[in-house]
């Protein structure tokens, strides 16, 4: 009887392997558990991240003003590497009537009077390597067990839209513009090994130069995101009915992750470049 309980003893010291947790303090556990939020640990299910929102049009010397709602969904999934996880994705942007939800096809510049085609955002790739000797995110500890993991990143380089060569599309040969995540998760969900991923809320805010096609040129301003999401248990099937259709009838590639790892990434900039590049040598 003694051994039995000097063994139960024990077991309860160590508990399941379910319940021991990650040391986030060391990048290699950080890496696991961003893994496991961001997607999975598992190189063959692929996860999407949905989120929806509110474009405004900050004006000097106006009031903010809603211009367009979005939704967006990012499809990914994670590769185990040597040195730690590449992250493969590609990611589509649908802009919205404000009053409708409807995906626009083009829209009526208030500032310009003009009507403008809407080239929406096609994304693929957008990669990336994550080391775990050297990961790092930064997190917070919420109440309820909650954790916020989050990251700013501001952007400031040569725009892939010269001004002499787009002047009604951009103002400025650097492009810049700062995009600030917030995932909000469960620290037992990460710290569950059962478990290769785990969901989470997401919230996402962007501040860029006003969009190329809505050829806006020199006007003072720029466009502020708000929006909202979450990582979906049904992935791309669980996506809103008009996104998939969407998806569908554009870019039916986009209803799965990319096959492998691949440079350099595309971002709404380069490829309203590629667009106009494209339709300009068909002529």
Not at 40 to 48: A, G, I, R
Not at 179 to 193: A, G, H, M
Not at 225 to 244: D, E, I, M, V
Request: glycine share 4%; net charge positive.
């Amino acid at each position: 009887m003694k051994r039995i309980l000097a063994i139960l003893v024990i077991l309860a010291s160590i508990g399941p392997a379910s319940a021991q947790k990650l040391d986030l303090s060391k990048s290699s556990d950080l890496l696991t558990a961003y893994v496991k939020v961001r997607g999975s640990l598992d190189p063959k299910e692929e996860t999407v991240v949905y989120d929806e929102g509110i474009i405004y049009a900050v004006i000097p010397e106006q009031p903010i003003r809603p211009i367009f709602k979005l939704q967006m969904y990012n499809i990914a999934r994670f590769e185990k590497t040597d040195s730690g996880y590449n992250l493969i994705t590609r990611e589509m942007l649908a802009y919205e009537d404000l009053k409708t939800g409807e995906i626009l096809k083009e829209w009526k510049n208030p500032w310009t009077g003009e009507n403008v085609e809407v080239i929406h955002v096609w994304n693929d790739p957008v990669n990336s390597i994550n080391k775990s000797a050297s990961f790092s995110f930064p997190f917070t500890r919420l109440e309820n067990g909650r954790l916020c993991m989050h990251v700013d990143v501001p952007l400031f380089y040569p725009s892939p839209l010269k001004k002499s060569e787009y002047p009604q599309s951009s103002r400025s040969d650097m492009y810049q513009a700062a995009e600030l995540f917030q995932f909000f998760v469960s620290e037992s969900d990460i710290n569950n090994r059962k478990l290769k991923s785990v969901p989470f809320d997401i919230s996402w805010v962007r501040l860029s130069d006003f969009l190329p096609w809505m050829r806006m040129g020199d006007k003072p301003g720029y466009l502020l995101y708000s929006s909202r999401g979450t990582k979906l248990k049904g992935g791309f099937n669980a996506l809103p009915a008009n996104s998939k259709d969407f998806v569908m009838a554009n870019h039916p590639e986009y209803a799965r992750a990319p096959e492998k790892y691949s440079t350099p990434n595309m971002t709404s900039w380069k490829y309203y470049r590629k667009v106009m590049e494209d339709r300009k040598a068909k002529q």
